[in-house]
């Protein structure tokens, strides 16, 4: 038998979603039948699953420590668990150029250094989710049950930058933080600012409101003044912060947040972001990609946009995330941004 008190990180789950986190081998169909059997009750009583359980409820296993350990995946020794912890540490070390911002028990906001992806797309890559964990397990006084924790709640991010933009990224290290910031996100109570280096000369300030579609056998959205089928609506307020002649420091705020919705607007509007080798470049061949990076300043082709996430706004907030209400976090601009902006064309 195993007593499990839920507690405050825990609760506003489904008692059936709370089990599968702490017993993650076992399929959905177990927990059924165990609760039926009231081989596994809630607060001593009879339970079916779909329960919302709450900071002190009980939840009790009538289930053999065999069976417990089986469906936690505790089958490795000791040496086996440290040499997991050491993987998951080595890969966080890989990606460098992460500055913290922001830290709690329940969120993390850092700076997503160009290059690196905010989540993986293939099982071989390395991504900020990979960094989190080890950040994470790095200053844990425990990391062996921060690790055991993992099957149950996996750290990561909530908002996701492309893998060539740079700049702010919010990371949820509890349930509850993602709950939180996953619902900010969705509300657009979360206000996300971005600068940009764009070509030529744009002043003044406005609004791009319109239509994107994506096309998923080539990753590249497209833009459209109307309605079309499989669009969705896309809306950014941006600003000119400077303007040299041939090319334009603009600050926007997303009011959507949509893939590679500032690349395809600004490239729409005839503005289209510096270095961008997808929605500033016509020529095929990448020469005068690598012609604009060398002008860039740095005497060498800079292979991605000059596209940075510099400021989050928080809204009014209360309880564990008292500490975030009203807060701004912000980063300055990488150097090649400046050296962009100070050569002519």
Request: proline share 5%; glycine share 8%.
């Amino acid at each position: 038998m195993r007593k499990l008190t839920v507690n405050g990180k825990e609760e506003g789950q489904r008692l059936d979603k709370y089990l599968k986190r702490k017993l993650p081998q076992a399929p959905m169909s177990f927990f059924y039948k165990m609760l039926r059997k009231k081989n596994i009750t809630l607060n001593g009583k009879k339970a079916d699953g779909r329960e919302t359980v709450q900071a002190g409820d009980l939840v009790t296993l009538f289930l053999a420590d065999e069976t417990i350990a089986k469906f936690r995946g505790e089958t490795v020794s000791g040496r086996e668990r440290e040499d997991q912890i050491r993987a998951v540490i080595d890969a966080s070390d890989r990606i460098r150029g992460v500055t913290v911002l922001y830290e709690d028990d329940n969120v993390l906001v850092c700076t997503k250094p160009f290059g690196v992806l905010s989540q993986k797309a293939g099982p071989e890559d390395l991504s900020m989710n990979e960094w989190l964990a080890g950040h994470l397990l790095k200053k844990s006084k425990d990391p062996a049950a921060l690790l055991d924790s993992f099957r149950e709640f996996r750290p990561s991010v909530c908002n996701r930058l492309d893998r060539n933009t740079m700049g702010l990224i919010v990371c949820a290290v509890s349930l509850p933080g993602s709950r939180t910031m996953t619902e900010l996100i969705r509300t657009r109570k979360l206000r996300k600012f971005y600068q940009m280096v764009v070509e030529g000369r744009l002043t003044g300030s406005g609004t791009i409101r319109g239509w994107l579609v994506k096309d998923p056998a080539t990753n590249k959205v497209s833009f459209s003044d109307r309605e079309i089928p499989g669009a969705v609506f896309s809306e950014t307020k941006w600003k000119s912060l400077s303007a040299n002649g041939a090319r334009s420091l603009i600050e926007a705020e997303l009011v959507t947040g949509r893939s590679h919705q500032l690349r395809v607007q600004f490239a729409h509007m005839g503005h289209p972001i510096t270095g961008d080798p997808k929605y500033g470049n016509e020529d095929p061949s990448g020469k005068e990609q690598a012609d604009r990076g060398k002008r860039a300043g740095s005497g060498k082709p800079f292979r991605g946009q000059l596209l940075c996430s510099c400021r989050l706004e928080f809204p009014p907030m209360e309880g564990d995330f008292a500490p975030l209400s009203g807060k701004v976090i912000t980063c300055g601009l990488p150097p090649v941004f400046h050296r962009a902006l100070a050569r002519s064309v």
